[in-house]
Nanobody
Framework: DVQLVESGGDSVQAGGSLTLSCTAA????????MGWFRQTPGKEREGVAV???????RYADAVKGRFTISKDNAENTLYLLMNSLKPEDTAMYYC?????????????????WGQGTQVTVS
């Protein structure tokens, strides 16, 4: 079974930084697409950033230039470095993984989801 476990969520002040981590078990991050989504109550899940198996990355316009997605294939771990955080970044952040090497950006294109980690910016 594939398991994705996120960590690193916290409460921070606006302008601050956080790094989220996601460790994958039963899954080879080097072979497939992974990414981060976020969701706030009453809103649909929003794609934040994705990274293809070859390391190519893409970002939502709302986070471009502030967030950086990366992965350590040796450790099967995905990261999201978040700088210049804004109150509107407050959300539950989910690590996602696909069964394809290239990332699409719709929620349904990801087969595996973590349990989420809360980020609160005030």
């Amino acid at each position: 079974d594939v398991q994705l476990v996120e960590s690193g969520g916290d409460s921070v002040q606006a302008g601050g930084s956080l790094t989220l981590s996601c460790t994958a078990a039963g899954y080879r991050s080097s072979d497939y697409c992974m990414g981060w989504f976020r969701q706030t109550p009453g809103k649909e899940r929003e794609g934040v950033a994705v990274i293809d198996s070859d390391g190519s990355d893409r970002y939502a316009d709302a986070v471009k230039g502030r967030f950086t997605i990366s992965k350590d294939n040796a450790e099967n771990t995905l990261y999201l470095l978040m700088n210049s955080l804004k109150p509107e970044d407050t959300a539950m952040y989910y690590c996602v993984a696909s069964s394809t090497w290239y990332c699409l950006t719709t929620p349904t294109s990801f087969d595996f989801w973590g349990q989420g980690t809360q980020v609160t910016v005030s």
